[in-house]
């Protein structure tokens, strides 16, 4: 029986509706981005706890043991609870994570809420896990490159890093990023980086990683 040809290339796709993350299991899609427009409310929310100034960073390890289990999120975010709009900020994190869940059949999350006001990783690099969803609820967007536009020995040197091509999600997108570690995405994972804000400006990220 002859063997199964590897793709040799790998596609990004975006939409306007949620069902565009589904995209991501396809074998040559390493990202699906769902562009959506946050509801005022919570994209209001995220502006005023940006504008507090005010450090966040947390990270939890969400167990799932059931197919329709709730994720507990309480406590994420909780020196801001009186700012309007935290309830549905919450929820909005938790239908994430419960779609994000549904889709791959995860059943441990890492879920990384944070600010930031400068690149967490400035460098294009590609993440050693299966997948990663990232959305920005207030800030700039990560930044990420279509396949062949950077040589891949080069991942890391900055003299090497495109200056034009540079593809940006926008600031509400939803998008699941395929990594090293997906069964046949091994060298294609999708080569991104964080964006610099610009001065005096923040960022607002949540990352979800499908841990098993």
Known sequence: MPAIQRLKNR???HGPTPQALTRILEDD?????????LPLHISQFADVLLSLNQPLAQSLCLELP???????????AAEFRDVQGYESFIA???????A???LLGARRIGLRLRTLDKAMCPRFHVDHVPVRL???YAGVGSQWLAEGAMDRRQLGQANAEPQADIQQLNSGDVALLKGEKWHGNEGFGLIHRSPQPPPGER?????LD???
Request: glycine share 4%; net charge negative.
């Open 29 to 37: 899609v390493n990202l699906a981005a769902w562009q959506r427009q």
């Open 92 to 98: 909005d994190m938790q239908w994430l994570v419960s």
């Open 134 to 136: 990232i959305t920005t």
């Open 203 to 207: 960022r607002l990220i949540l990352t």
């Open 66 to 76: 059931e197919e329709d289990a709730e994720p507990d999120l309480i406590g994420l």
């Open 210 to 212: 499908w841990l098993g």
């Open 100 to 102: 994000f869940a549904c």
């Open 11 to 13: 596609h990004q796709h």
